[in-house]
Every structure is written in structure tokens, then in C-alpha cells.
């Protein structure tokens, strides 16, 4: 597609539950990221695919966190046994591969994650 | 530990004046530097960058400093319009880095 599609947009769920988020990069973009931005806070590094390399997993806050991606297709982030302190907004993004950093980021609009 | 901060959470500025965003960091092996921009309900858009080799990259009407010394970056809009109402991200990397370090953000609002 045109951009990066994240589903859902919105989610709630009762703490306890699993939830998956769903990210589908651009096209031809190896590398994907995870990111999240709780309430007041900045965007916090999750996640990092390159390829079929192994991911960077040093971002996830904790074991319940886990996160696929087959190839340079689809990516899913699950968390488990939701926690409210997971509530955030969690934005996923895809570059051409490793250097292109920043500016070479596009994001997608997010899932914004309501745990109650 | 916040290595990229943004100490003001919102800035006000009339429309055609100049809107200064600062952004302060903490780590010295920081050498790329950038900007975003985000509205309501999209993801962050990337709007300008600079290398540590530089202290200055302008582009149009936006123009983003650095001082090494001081750990200090900082993005000029002139003039600022209303559509650059936004919530803007300073974001920081280091050679060889997987990933960006991002500040909490600066709500620019640029009153007609």
C-alpha cells in the first residue's frame, strides 16, 4: 500500500486479556519498527526487524511483550496478560533497511490501546 | 532515564512570527538529529534532520541548530503559519543504532 497500515485503530480490553496489533509496512521496506507513547511520555523504542536477521527485541518493557514479522511482510505485536500500565498509543514504522534512520522512518497512525 | 527532553510541552506564537523549539540530550555519542511533526490521529512525520558534522540545516521555512557543546538542538519556524499547528518530536540517534530516541513533545499552536 500506499503507507503503513496499523489495525486496530482503536482497543479496548480488560486488564488480563492478550491483544494483537497488527502493522503492515510499505512495500520493499525491510526494516520495521515498534514504538509506543504512553500519556506524557515520549515515543519509547520497542521493537526493531531487519530482514530476516534477528530482531532487536532490547525495547520490550517485559516477557509478556513479544512481537512477529514473516519476512519483510506483516508484522504483530502481542502483549499478554494486559496490564493498564499498557495503555498507550503504539505506532509501528517501516524504512528501505538499516542507515535509514529518521528521515527514512514512515509511521503508521497507530493503536491507540485503552487496558480498563 | 529520558535521554532526548523537551522541557516545554506547549508553545504559543502568533501567525507570521518565529516559533523556537528546543530540545536538550544527554547522551554525547548522539550524532543524528531530527525533527517530527504530528497531527491528531496520524503517525509522526519526519521534517528535518542535521548531522553532528553540521550546526545549522535549513529547509524552506524551517531551520534546526545544534550545539554540540551543550547538548542543545533547536527548530526555527519562520514564518509560522497555522497549519504548522502541531505536536513536534525531537528524536536523536548514535552510529550504528537500531532505533531513534525520541523527546515528549512540544505542542506548537500558531494563533491566526
Known amino acids: 500500500g500506499a503507507g503503513v497500515s496499523q489495525s486496530p485503530s482503536n482497543k479496548v480490553t480488560e486488564k488480563g486479556k492478550d491483544v494483537e496489533l497488527r502493522c503492515d509496512p510499505i512495500?520493499?521496506?525491510?526494516?520495521l519498527y515498534w514504538y509506543r507513547q504512553r500519556l506524557g511520555q515520549g515515543l519509547e523504542f520497542l521493537i526493531y526487524?531487519?530482514?530476516?536477521?534477528?530482531?532487536?527485541k532490547s525495547g520490550l518493557p517485559s516477557d509478556r511483550f513479544s512481537a512477529e514479522r514473516t519476512g519483510e511482510s506483516v508484522s504483530t505485536l502481542t502483549i499478554q496478560r494486559t496490564q493498564q500500565e499498557d495503555s498507550a498509543v503504539y505506532l509501528c514504522?517501516?524504512?528501505?533497511?538499516?542507515?535509514?534512520?529518521?528521515?527514512?522512518?514512515?509511521f503508521g497512525s497507530g493503536t491507540r490501546l485503552t487496558v480498563v | 532515564d529520558q535521554q532526548v527532553k523537551q522541557n516545554s510541552p506547549s508553545l504559543s506564537v502568533q501567525e507570521g512570527r518565529i516559533s523556537i523549539l528546543n530540545c536538550d540530550y544527554t547522551?554525547?555519542?548522539?550524532?543524528?538529529f531530527l525533527w517530527y511533526k504530528k497531527y491528531p490521529a496520524e503517525g509522526p512525520t519526519f521534517l528535518i534532520s542535521?548531522?553532528?558534522?553540521?550546526d545549522k540545516n535549513e529547509d524552506g521555512r524551517f531551520t534546526v541548530f545544534l550545539n554540540k557543546s551543550a547538548k542543545h538542538l533547536s527548530l526555527h519556524i519562520v514564518p509560522s503559519q497555522p497549519g504548522d499547528s502541531a505536536v513536534y518530536f525531537c528524536?536523536?540517534?548514535?552510529?550504528?543504532?537500531?532505533?531513534?530516541?525520541f523527546g515528549t513533545g512540544t505542542r506548537l499552536t500558531v494563533i491566526p
Open positions: 526487524f531487519q530482514g530476516n536477521s534477528a530482531p532487536d
Open positions: 547522551n554525547s555519542m548522539f550524532d543524528y
Open positions: 528524536a536523536a540517534s548514535g552510529t550504528g543504532a537500531n532505533n531513534l530516541f
Open positions: 542535521i548531522s553532528s558534522i553540521k
Open positions: 512495500s520493499g521496506h525491510t526494516a
Open positions: 514504522a517501516s524504512s528501505l533497511g538499516p542507515g535509514q534512520l529518521g528521515d527514512g522512518y514512515t
